[in-house]
DNA sequence: AAATCGTGTTTACAACTGTAATCGAGGCGC
DNA sequence: GCGCCTCGATTACAGTTGTAAACACGATTT
């Protein structure tokens, strides 16, 4: 998928993959009514322009759709991860964690995390 | 600087960051031909929407102007970045890092200089 | 049967993007 | 002085994005 998610789709495709089973756009609009104040005409659009660009099916369920992503959530987040940091960090990651770090953008938690995970890199 | 940037409009950022000093409209075009096959009319437009953004400035000098960057890079590029890990992932760092590693977007070089990192950032 | 409701489809419309061409005016060459 | 070159400024124009409203049509309610 070389396919761009506007940052508004993205909001669409989010409440599918939480979702974890297909939704009616009824259902997303209202999973979405939480954190945007979208209305159901605009998750309409929404779900109509990812169609188009091919990155969630929808089935016929009688009167309606039933919307489901059809790229997994890891595979489009580790595509943009990749082109972010290849973009701003020419590909390096460390350069990433150093300007997070300088600017206290990492807990203790993550710290720990991030340590445990390149140990387990290495073995 | 709550300002977005454009994915072309960065290329134009970049070549300014880079120069370290302020450079022509024609001075910018020659170091972007290199990667981008944009006439000058083209860089001439993006200078002038940065402008009028705020992210640069532009002195007279006599008949033309020199442009320099407004933010600096390091601003930007932390902005961002918390920004896309805000939105990937919730704001944790780790699980970017798991997602590259994952799909061996981690070479030796860049595991030890964060490792290095988070070594100094406990001290 | 008529009014209403829920759905997908079509249309709207301004702002932003990518990519220029054109215009107006000062300088330079001859 | 007259044409040409260089600049910035203005205009162009199609595609994307955000945010909907309008429309068509079958289903449900009254």
Redesign the pocket.
């Known amino acids: 998928m070389d396919v761009?998610?506007?940052?508004?789709?993205?909001?669409v495709m989010e409440a599918l993959w939480a979702a974890g089973q297909p939704l009616?756009?009824?259902e997303v609009a209202d999973q979405i009514a939480g954190h945007?104040?979208?209305?159901?005409?605009?998750v309409?659009?929404?779900?109509?322009?990812l169609?188009a660009?091919g990155v969630l099916t929808?089935k016929?369920?009688?009167?309606?759709?039933?919307?489901s992503p059809a790229i997994k959530r890891e595979d489009y987040v580790g595509h943009e991860s990749r082109r972010f940091v290849e973009r701003m960090f020419g590909g390096r990651l460390s350069p990433l964690v150093a300007r997070l770090a300088e600017e206290d953008g990492l807990d203790e938690k993550d710290i720990a995390e991030i340590e445990a995970l390149l140990r387990e890199l290495k073995s």
Request: no cysteine; hydrophobic share 35%; glycine share 6%.
């Open positions: 761009r998610i506007s940052e508004a789709e993205l909001e009616t756009a009824a945007r104040g979208w209305s159901l005409a605009t309409k659009t929404m779900l109509s322009r169609a660009k929808h016929e369920d009688g009167r309606r759709f039933l919307y």
